[in-house]
């Protein structure tokens, strides 16, 4: 079974929507986590990895290790060929 992808992300956040946009043209599923900017639950993500802006993407659970970053580094290892291996 593959682990989960979780994406923490905005109503109002653009990247987040072609995030989301593109992983499900790539037939992934994915755990969103809705936040609003200046939230305690986005200060409690921002604490774990150190990033301050959505949407932010893991292979699995939230913590810095599963981190992958934004939709920048997501379509960078899609088009390199990363992705599935990432997150593996």
């Given at each position: 079974m593959r682990d989960m992808i979780r994406i923490?992300?905005?109503d109002t956040?653009?990247?987040c929507s072609a995030a989301k946009q593109l992983l499900d043209s790539l037939g992934y599923e994915y755990i969103e986590k809705?936040?609003?900017m200046r939230s305690p639950e986005l200060a409690e993500i921002i604490k774990i990895t150190g990033q301050t802006?959505?949407?932010q993407i893991f292979s699995w659970e939230i913590s810095?290790?599963?981190?992958i970053w934004?939709?920048?580094e997501l379509?960078?290892?899609q088009n390199n060929g990363k992705?599935?291996?990432t997150l593996k």
């Amino acid at each position: 079974m593959r682990d989960m992808i979780r994406i923490v992300s905005s109503d109002t956040c653009p990247y987040c929507s072609a995030a989301k946009q593109l992983l499900d043209s790539l037939g992934y599923e994915y755990i969103e986590k809705k936040v609003e900017m200046r939230s305690p639950e986005l200060a409690e993500i921002i604490k774990i990895t150190g990033q301050t802006t959505v949407p932010q993407i893991f292979s699995w659970e939230i913590s810095r290790e599963n981190l992958i970053w934004g939709y920048t580094e997501l379509v960078y290892l899609q088009n390199n060929g990363k992705l599935e291996e990432t997150l593996k």
